[in-house]
């Protein structure tokens, strides 16, 4: 599966490529125009580690052997040739016949090293299988690593004529060479029918590891970005959502490490939400960016509750105020509930309801519902007016929305007999003393056939009791 053999299979595996050659040289073609693209592909790797780049084919004939080799600077170590794709394809799955690869730098140029791959294709009758026609075709896998590179350093990596294994200069260089399934020859260059593209591998600053981020402060929306320095950098630039935030330098402790801001606030969002880049800078160049996203509650909301409503309850003498949270769960610390400017209860953050006593002798009451958000501070509060007496006409005691003869006679049936009941005893206390009594039937009497006074306000509009009498309006059916 890979290229690297001891001295003691060196001197077998020449007589094989002596053999192997012969097949290469069975017959010449001369192309018109390309049929073979041999490609290298082009790799980025951070200083000090390594990576893999592939060798691929384009056809349009059917390829079943080829040899090559591939040349790049020295410091670019390759520690393993890999069959392709395509190759390890061959002969249903099992791989070609034949397959040598070798790292090797014999009749390499100063300073350079490379790699030399024969492959043959055929079963053991000779019959040659192929790779069909197509692009794409994966030939090899080489994987490197360049432990000695700096920053900026490139290689070419080109395909050439020269180099030899290194067992085997008795057969000297291996040519590039494509044979097709008929046993015709193709040889760079375009015009004999291979066109080659080298490729290149790039050495660039590593980039940053193990970025994490992470919120130190929920209320604040305070965040803690840490990461490990895998490089020398001089400066470390950080981005939050796409926009420069700021950049690090050594202040003579070394390069920071850890970071800690405030979150940019997201307009018209519940959650916070941000992602930081970090891109290390050494000699003007820039390294890869490493990213991380983190997320924060809006717990320091300034939104009040909402949809506030407060009903009474005369029987009981409770006001029921209800409202709505405003966002998610844990926005809200504490709700405070006032009467009249007064705290009069507290209520847990997740509750949106309760109930309020209140004395009968009050007209009125304003309920007030104040929420503190998840970092204790105060939003806005949200206010209710309550009327404690039922605004009502003086003299209806029929509670029909009209005085006339029916209402003292209505009374009258009530004093008599206990029926029917009276529904706004404001209402029957025609002369506004306190007191429901005969003189309240006469009074309406006097008013409607003698020219008396007419029953006291109240009476032409709807109205509340002027006068604490501790009597009780609990329905007035046409008054508000």
Avoid at 410 to 434: S, T
Wanted: glycine residues 10%; contains cysteine; charged residues 20%.
């Amino acid at each position: 599966m890979h290229g690297s053999f001891n001295r003691s299979n060196r001197f077998l595996i020449s007589a094989v490529l002596l053999s192997v050659a012969s097949v290469f040289c069975s017959q010449g073609v001369v192309a018109q125009g390309p049929v073979f693209l041999l490609q290298a592909e082009d790799r980025s790797v951070d200083a000090g580690t390594g990576g893999s780049f592939s060798i691929l084919m384009a056809n349009d004939q059917p390829l079943g052997a080829f040899s090559l080799g591939l040349q790049h600077e020295e410091w670019l170590e390759v520690s393993e040739i890999y069959r392709g794709e395509a190759v390890e394809a061959l002969l249903g799955g099992l791989g070609p016949s034949f397959w040598f690869a070798e790292i090797t730098d014999n009749g390499a140029a100063a300073g350079m090293s490379g790699v030399v791959i024969l492959m043959l294709g055929s079963d053991s009758t000779g019959v040659l299988d192929t790779i069909s026609v197509g692009v794409n075709h994966q030939l090899a896998e080489i994987e490197f690593a360049v432990p000695n590179a700096a920053p900026g350093d490139t290689t070419a990596l080109d395909f050439v004529s020269t180099l030899l294994p290194i067992a085997g200069s008795a057969m000297g260089p291996i040519d590039i060479v494509m044979v097709a399934d008929d046993g015709s020859e193709y040889s760079p260059p375009e015009a004999a029918g291979v066109l080659l593209l080298g490729g290149l591998v790039t050495v660039e600053i590593p980039r940053i590891l193990d970025l994490q981020c992470q919120v130190s402060d929920d209320c604040g929306c305070e965040v803690t970005l840490s990461w490990t320095n895998a490089y020398s950098y001089d400066s470390i630039d950080i981005y939050e959502n796409g926009e420069w935030v700021t950049t690090l330098t050594d202040q003579g402790s070394g390069l920071p490490a850890s970071w800690v801001t405030m979150m940019t606030p997201n307009d018209d969002e519940d959650e916070q939400e941000s992602e930081f880049v970090l891109i290390g800078v050494s000699n003007g160049q820039e390294s890869h960016p490493v990213d991380c996203e983190v997320g924060c509650a809006d717990h320091d909301t300034q939104e009040p509750v909402e949809n506030l409503e407060c009903e009474r309850d005369s029987d009981q003498l409770l006001v029921e105020v209800e409202w709505d949270l405003e966002g998610e769960e844990g926005q809200y610390s504490t709700i405070q509930i006032f009467v009249d400017g007064i705290q009069v209860a507290e209520v847990d953050a997740g509750t949106e309801a309760a109930y309020i006593a209140y004395d009968p002798k009050f007209e009125s009451i304003t309920v007030g519902v104040l929420a503190f958000n998840g970092c204790g501070n105060a939003t806005s509060m949200v206010e209710c007016f309550v009327p404690l007496t039922e605004s009502y006409k003086r003299g209806d005691v029929t509670n029909n929305g009209s005085f006339s003869l029916e209402d003292p006679v209505y009374f009258l049936f009530w004093v008599y007999l206990l029926y029917p009941d009276i529904d706004c005893y404001d209402a029957a206390d025609a002369d506004d003393d306190g007191v429901l009594d005969l003189a309240d039937p006469v009074y309406m009497l006097m008013h409607l056939f003698l020219q008396g006074a007419p029953p006291l306000p109240p009476a032409v509009e709807c109205g509340q009791d002027p006068t604490d009498d501790g009597l009780l309006c609990e329905d007035s059916m046409l008054c508000p």
